[in-house]
T-cell receptor, first 115, second 115 residues
Framework: DTEVTQTPKHLVMGMTNKKSLKCEQH?????MYWYKQKAKKPPELMFV???????INESVPSRFSPECPNSSLLNLHLHALQPEDSALYLC??????????????FGPGTRLLVL | AQSVAQPEDQVNVAEGNPLTVKCTYS??????LFWYVQYPNRGLQFLLK??????LVKGSYGFEAEFNKSQTSFHLKKPSALVSDSALYFC?????????????FGSGTRLLVRP
């Protein structure tokens, strides 16, 4: 089973709202990722958690706040977003950083619209 | 610097004909190479990867890819295309000397298989 689940599927929020995206995997993977994808473009890495610790932050604005409560869950807290933040937000996971652990499996994404 | 190039924005092929989606890469050291497919409004699905060993890699849904070190290429192929193969395809690379989890994605190639 290589399933990564994400909720909600769609989200509409105003620029003053606070919302959260949720990602879950039960494959025992120890690395989890958040990506942002604009239409017809490749995914852009935002954050990486490794063994529940933030490993990479790709200079993402502070209005995006990641959280990894446990090894199966990854959240992305959103606050005071801008319309240009509207995109598909993808979560992914991989076993770990070593050779043959690095294949990333993606969830279906949350389509976010900021009004 | 690591990079991936997918020189074709779109590839058109008739159902039943062979297809090729091109990918070239630039990394320091030996690469880890991946192909992902994305259907409309969905996340990325892992198709196949090359880490080491046989240059011809077989993956999901009848796809295969050939690693060519001298040409720094990793083209995706399928002997007989299906209409259902129509989707957006991404090539990605991670340098094996890179201790981070980052994948570098190409710009994507839209495959259109006509009946």
């Amino acid at each position: 089973d290589t399933e990564v689940t994400q909720t909600p599927k769609h989200l509409v929020m105003g620029m003053t709202n606070k919302k959260s995206l949720k990602c879950e995997q039960h494959m025992g993977h120890r690395a989890m990722y958040w990506y942002k994808q604009k239409a017809k473009k490749p995914p852009e890495l935002m954050f990486v958690y490794s063994y529940e610790k933030l490993s990479i932050n790709e200079s993402v604005p502070s209005r995006f706040s990641p959280e990894c409560p446990n090894s199966s869950l990854l959240n992305l807290h959103l606050h005071a977003l801008q319309p240009e933040d509207s995109a598909l937000y993808l979560c992914a996971s991989s076993q770990g950083p070593r050779v043959n652990q690095e294949t990333q499996y993606f969830g279906p994404g949350t389509r976010l619209l900021v009004l | 610097a690591q990079s991936v190039a997918q020189p074709e924005d779109q590839v058109n092929v008739a159902e039943g004909n062979p297809l090729t989606v091109k990918c070239t890469y630039s990394v320091s050291g030996n690469p880890y190479l991946f192909w992902y497919v994305q259907y409309p409004n969905r996340g990325l699905q892992f198709l196949l990867k090359y880490i080491t060993g046989d240059n011809l890699v077989k993956g999901s849904y009848g796809f295969e890819a050939e690693f060519n070190k001298s040409q720094t290429s990793f083209h995706l192929k399928k002997p007989s295309a299906l209409v259902s193969d129509s989707a957006l395809y991404f090539c990605a690379v991670r340098a094996n000397m890179d201790s981070s989890y980052k994948l570098i994605f190409g710009s994507g190639t839209r495959l259109l298989v006509r009946p």
